[in-house]
Every structure is written in structure tokens, then in C-alpha cells.
């Protein structure tokens, strides 16, 4: 055996080093990988809303064990209860073996996509078309949501206070719905629009229908025919989309990508592969030597703002819950307690790598991204970890060999990120944000490294059981 020369011991012991996981996992490992993203995919077909995720997470929890959350009940180590926020946010627990008071551990991520919402009156008919009329949700490229397939998913509450489901789109005998664009031979003025205006907010209107009602002497044929459509199935009139929430996402399914099939390409994975991954993570999880409280909130991507977001007290109320049958003050727990925020980082796409700094950017199949800070420019809006909170999870993460890299997004005055991060720092909790590096971020097609995304399961796991 080759003798090292004292050069290339001092690089292995003092450099930092991070290499594509392709060459540094076994085969059984790879083979895990690959596995793991087959129920990644499902899931991401099974929730393309908050609305959805939060159904399918209730589902999985009550299978291995989870009861709803009562907060006149004292738990002991191992019992998992769970808390429905509205239907569109949730939190898991499982009891440890420490006392409470020590701390939990939380892991939060969100379950909100970037996409169109209906107006609450969005019916018009144009030119014998019948169209609706969206409102954009979250920080999306225009032009990438025109000339593509959509479906519609969401509810409406009728008159009469009932509540019915709507989804058209996925199934391959659905219709699908597009907002429609220009052609390049009469899109002269357009092209010479900046690219953030090149298809503008009010111009992002659905396509629904061009048959009308048959009957003469009627206005908006075209418009009233999908109206008796939409009564006919769901028994909901125009009246009731004022009090729906109706959201228009890719009508595709979740893919493998590449040749090697070792990438996934799919709607919503910011930042449902976080949910997924940590979702797994707290399955798996049966008697923690710390409580485990697994969060998937909801509106993150326009500021965590309303009851469902993690601005609201909802997280802060159920650890108070939790811990009041053991006389034990909430503030006392979170003050104690740790958290790794959820979320995904930028990878660095060799196509526009001028916008990263190359030394501090993530890259596909390096594992999963430590973020010690988001915010914009100066960190304007981020809680910074502290290093000694860094550390802590570096040690963690290096005992159970979970391949981690380090990650900001984009060079210092390009603009930037926030996540929940800071919100649960404010509430005295030690924050860094962790997760997977996307390629085609806030785009209606994502791409992410199936390496990456089981690395960020293990590293989620390793976290439940320190």
C-alpha cells in the first residue's frame, strides 16, 4: 500500500472536501435511494395542494400510530398524537424519553407551492371563450406558467355550507386547462416586453371552454354552458366560487429525469420533498430520547402570514398544550428546544452559474444543504444560526454519515431568501435551515437529485434520534 505523503495527510485532516455522492455510496445505498423516490414521487402526485398534503399525512400518521392530539392528556414515551391546522397546516409528536422541559426537537417545513389561484368571481367569456381569471401565489416566473397543461384542485363551499372537492386534470381521461399565448409571428410588441412582463398577471386567464348554451336570445352562451357543467357534477353555482379556494397547478405527474434516471423532475417540490423526507423521518420515529415535533405549515410562500402560516401562534399553543399536564411553562420547552427549518437551497445550475458564488453554492448529489442563514443583501430577514447550534449539527450529522454541504442563495447582492426559520427562532429556539438542492426553483417544474433527497431523509432521521 501506497505510503500518503505528509501533504495529502494535512489535505484530508485540514481541507474541507464534499463529493458527488455517485462515487461515494455503496450500491445497496444507491439502490435505497432510488427506492425512497419511488414513494417521494407518489407523494407528489397525491398532494399538489396544502389541502392534499395535509389529507395524505393524516392518512400516513393514523396507519403507524398517530391519534388525534388531546391536550387534557398526559403522553409518556413513545405515544404519537398529531394536530389538523384547518386542514392546510399539521404537527406530529412523538413522545421521548427525556423530560419535556429539556426541550424538542422540531422540524419544519411548508407545504404551499408557488402557483394560480382563481379570482373569487373569475367567470368571463371573451370572443366566444369562456375563461377564468387567476391571481398569482407566490414568487413565480409569468411566462412559464403559459402554453402548459393545468389542472384544478381545491374545494367551494356552497351556499348551503357543504363543502365539495374539485379535481380535474390528472386522470388521463380529464380535461386540462392552459393559459394560452401569443405566437411568435404576431408577438412582436411582447417580445419586446421586459421578461418579468412578458405575460403579465392579468394576462395569466385559463382557458375553459368555447361551446355555448343552445338556446338564442342569451348572453355569454359559451360562459353559462360551463356553468350548468360545473352544476351538473358538483352542484355549485357562480355564486359559490366566492367562497372557494380553487388553485391551478401542472397537469403532469412527478418523473424520473436523465438518462440514469438519478434526477426527479416534478410541480412543488419546494417544498414538499422537505415535508416528504421529515415526514418520513417522523414515521419511522417510535421512542425518541427527545420529543419530536414534526410541523408542516402552510402559506410560506407569501410570508407565513395568516392562521395557517408559522407567524400565527399555532405551533407555539401546542407546545404550551403538550407540556401544561406536566406543570411544565411552553416558554421553558421552546427555550430549550432545537430546529431544523425545512426548506430547500438553490443548486448551482452550470447554465447561469454567474448569479452563485461558487465556493458557497450547493450542488446536485453533494447531500443535503446546512444553511446557517437566508435573508437578502445584508441578511436582512434571516435568524442566523449560531455556530455552536452549527456544530452541534455537524456532530450529529457525522456520527450517522449523512453527507452534508453548505449552501446560500446566490452571491451576496442577487438578491436572496427567506424561510420559517426566523419564526421559530423568535420564539427562543436554536434555528438552521436544512434541506435539498433544486434546480428551476419556483418553476411548475423542479428538479431535484434522488441522492440528495434520501440523504435529506437520513439527515432528518439522525436529527429525531440524537
Known amino acids: 500500500m501506497e505510503e500518503k505523503s505528509l ?51 393524516e392518512i400516513l400518521a393514523k396507519q403507524k400510530g398517530f391519534t388525534a392530539f388531546d391536550p387534557a392528556k398526559k ?58 381569471k387567476t391571481h398569482y401565489y407566490g414568487g413565480i416566473k409569468k411566462y412559464q406558467w403559459a402554453a402548459i397543461p393545468l389542472s384544478l384542485h381545491g374545494v367551494v363551499v ?59 336570445d342569451l348572453s355569454e352562451r359559451v ?54 423526507t421529515s415526514l418520513m423521518a417522523a414515521l419511522e420515529c417510535d421512542k425518541p430520547k427527545t420529543t419530536l415535533v414534526t410541523v408542516f405549515a402552510d402559506k410560506e410562500e407569501t410570508g407565513s402570514d395568516g392562521n395557517t402560516g408559522l ?48 465556493r458557497n453554492a450547493a450542488y446536485l448529489n453533494r447531500g443535503v444543504v446546512l444553511t446557517k442563514y437566508t435573508g437578502a443583501r445584508g441578511k436582512s430577514g434571516t435568524s442566523d444560526a449560531s455556530a455552536e447550534f452549527v456544530a452541534q449539527i455537524n456532530r450529529i450529522f457525522d456520527a450517522e454519515n449523512v453527507a452534508w454541504q453548505t449552501g446560500e442563495l446566490g452571491k451576496v447582492d442577487h438578491g436572496g431568501g427567506g424561510t420559517v426559520a426566523a419564526y421559530i427562532a423568535n420564539l427562543g429556539v436554536d434555528v438552521i435551515d436544512m434541506g435539498v438542492p433544486v434546480l428551476s426553483m419556483h418553476a411548475p417544474f423542479e428538479v431535484t437529485s434522488k441522492l440528495d433527497v434520501y440523504m435529506t431523509y437520513r439527515g432528518f432521521a439522525a436529527f429525531a434520534n440524537a
Not at 501533504?7 to 435505497?32: F, I, P, R, V
Not at 360562459?223 to 372557494?244: H, W
Not at 407546545?319 to 448551482?348: F, H, M
Open 7 to 57: 501533504g495529502k495527510q494535512l489535505q484530508e485532516e485540514l481541507a474541507m472536501k464534499t463529493e458527488n455522492l455517485g462515487m461515494t455510496m455503496t450500491d445497496e445505498e444507491l439502490e435505497k435511494a432510488f427506492r425512497f423516490s419511488e414513494g417521494y414521487k407518489i407523494f407528489l402526485d397525491q398532494g399538489k395542494t396544502e389541502r392534499e398534503v395535509v389529507t395524505e399525512i
Open 75 to 132: 403522553y409518556t414515551a413513545g405515544d404519537k398524537v398529531y394536530y389538523n391546522n384547518r386542514g392546510k397546516a399539521m404537527i406530529l409528536a412523538v413522545i421521548g424519553t427525556q423530560p419535556l422541559e429539556n426541550g424538542v426537537h422540531i422540524a419544519a417545513s411548508h407545504i404551499d407551492s408557488p402557483r394560480l389561484d382563481l379570482k373569487q368571481c373569475p367567470f368571463y367569456e371573451d370572443t366566444e371563450l369562456a375563461l377564468w
Open 311 to 358: 407567524k400565527a401562534a399555532y405551533l407555539k399553543y401546542f407546545i404550551a398544550d403538550l407540556v401544561k399536564p406536566y406543570g411544565v411553562e411552553g416558554r421553558t420547552v421552546l427555550s430549550n428546544s432545537t430546529c431544523l427549518s425545512a426548506d430547500v437551497n438553490a443548486a448551482l445550475d452550470p447554465t447561469f452559474s454567474d448569479v452563485h458564488d461558487r
Open 158 to 216: 356552497r351556499k348551503d355550507g357543504t363543502t365539495v372537492e374539485v379535481h380535474i386534470g390528472e386522470e388521463l381521461d380529464d380535461p386540462v386547462f392552459c393559459v394560452t399565448d401569443l405566437l411568435p409571428h404576431l408577438a412582436a410588441d411582447q417580445m419586446k416586453r421586459t421578461l418579468a412582463d412578458g405575460v403579465k398577471g392579468e394576462e395569466l386567464n385559463i382557458l375553459i371552454g368555447s361551446l355555448p348554451f343552445r338556446e338564442d
Open 223 to 276: 360562459k353559462l354552458n360551463i356553468l350548468k357543467i360545473l352544476y351538473d357534477k358538483y352542484g355549485v353555482t357562480e355564486r359559490d366560487f366566492v367562497s372557494a379556494e380553487l388553485e391551478m397547478v401542472p397537469a403532469y405527474p412527478a418523473r424520473d429525469l436523465g438518462l440514469d434516471r438519478s434526477m426527479i423532475g416534478a410541480y412543488g417540490q419546494d417544498d414538499r420533498v422537505c415535508a416528504y
